[in-house]
């Protein structure tokens, strides 16, 4: 199961819409890996891993990882834009890469709002 089943359906698929974003981006670095001969697969598989534990614990109504994830698409965001006029992609990576951005803001964002949001907050009794 992808999400606790007493999660609003905005939760769900804001999961749904991070999960997508980690796929876009394993796609993308296994098929540059695979054209360029570089190793980056390794380092970004590592992130992915670390990056799709935090969605999993989201999943779970850990509110603490609503917070590392807003953060890591902030920080991401940040570092994709400061670096973006010294990058050499070309610019259907960059639009893979803009894609995949944009469903993990729209799914912060979903994480943050309505029902989604009291739902993370509300105590869940053992």
């Known amino acids: ?3 606790v089943s007493d999660a609003p359906a905005r939760a769900r698929t804001a ?3 991070l999960w997508a974003s980690v796929l876009i981006t394993l796609i993308q670095t296994i ?3 695979f054209l360029s ?3 980056a697969i390794v380092a970004v598989a ?3 891993a670390i990056y799709g534990l935090v969605i999993f614990r989201a999943s779970r109504r850990h509110d603490w990882a609503r917070y590392v994830l807003l953060v890591w698409t902030i920080v991401a965001t940040v570092l994709y834009l400061t ?3 010294a990058d050499t992609r070309s610019l259907w990576d960059h639009l893979v890469v803009v894609a995949s ?3 993990d803001i729209i799914a912060i964002y979903m994480l943050f ?3 989604v949001s009291q739902w993370y907050r509300e105590k869940v009794s053992a």
Do not use: R
Request: hydrophobic share 65%; glycine share 8%; charged share 10%.
């Open 1 to 3: 199961m992808i999400i």
């Open 15 to 17: 999961i749904i819409l």
């Open 31 to 33: 098929v540059d890996d």
């Open 37 to 39: 001969n570089s190793a």
């Open 46 to 48: 590592v992130g992915l």
């Open 83 to 85: 670096n973006l006029a």
């Open 101 to 103: 951005f944009a469903l």
């Open 113 to 115: 709002t309505g029902a």
